[in-house]
């Protein structure tokens, strides 16, 4: 995704409405976000669903690693032995049932 540009990618509601159909075009074409203003404020930001799905996975990836982190720093990790250990167990007994 490119720096929003303020010649391009801002558009009045209005203008939006008139235009909506050219404007999505455009979106999925460049990927570029599109700024939605009302009554001269920032309102809304569109997106291509190809840039929406690549910010919803740096969002979980992100998540994931400072999930990983705070568990690191409050102890809760285990040795891979010791999880191979518990795995080995948990799915023995399931099986010898």
Avoid: Y
């Avoid at 235009?19 to 569109?46: F, H, M, S, Y």
């Avoid at 979980?60 to 982190?69: L, S």
């Avoid at 705070?70 to 007994?93: I, K, P, T």
């Amino acid at each position: 995704m490119r720096w929003v540009r303020v010649s391009e990618d801002i558009m009045s509601v209005s203008d939006f409405k008139a235009q909506a159909a050219e404007c999505l075009r455009r979106i999925v074409e460049t990927d570029q976000p599109l700024v939605i203003t009302q009554n001269g404020k920032a309102a809304g930001v569109l997106l291509s669903p190809r840039e929406f799905d690549r910010l919803s996975e740096q969002t979980r990836f992100v998540t994931a690693v400072e999930t990983g982190i705070a568990d690191s720093n409050a102890g809760r990790l285990r040795d891979h032995d010791e999880v191979v250990q518990r795995m080995r167990a948990r799915f023995q007994s399931k099986t010898s049932r």
